[in-house]
Nanobody
Framework: QVQLVESGGGLVQAGGSLRLSCAAS????????MGWFRQAPGKEREFVAA????????FYADSVKDRFTISRDNAKNTVYLQMNSLKPEDTAVYYC??????????????WGQGTQVTVSS
């Protein structure tokens, strides 16, 4: 079965950086799209970024474009989310997700447990 385990969250000051990791196991992910989502307190979960595992094409929400970068390490079966120039409004629980098929901002079948990111002003 698919397992996704996030790590790397924490507390950072505004303007700082964090790198989230998502260790994926249980499948060969070459046909999967991998995504990052986030959910702030009292808000709905929202799409952040996604990429096709095999092709590497990326897709970002407008709110994080030019600040966040999604990437993967095939040898480690790990997906990353590099977050720069963090803002207090980036505070949320961040989730890694996987879906079989093309990159989308919806329709993900597998989810990690989430990692908290808190950005102080």
């Amino acid at each position: 079965q698919v397992q996704l385990v996030e790590s790397g969250g924490g507390l950072v000051q505004a303007g700082g950086s964090l790198r989230l990791s998502c260790a994926a196991s249980g499948r060969t992910f070459s046909s999967y799209a991998m995504g990052w989502f986030r959910q702030a307190p009292g808000k709905e979960r929202e799409f952040v970024a996604a990429m096709r595992w095999s092709a590497g094409s990326t897709f970002y929400a407008d709110s994080v474009k030019d600040r966040f970068t999604i990437s993967r390490d095939n040898a480690k079966n790990t997906v990353y989310l590099q977050m720069n120039s963090l803002k207090p409004e980036d505070t949320a629980v961040y989730y890694c997700a996987a879906r079989l098929g093309p990159v989308r901002d919806y329709g993900y079948d597998y989810w990690g447990q989430g990692t908290q990111v808190t950005v102080s002003s």
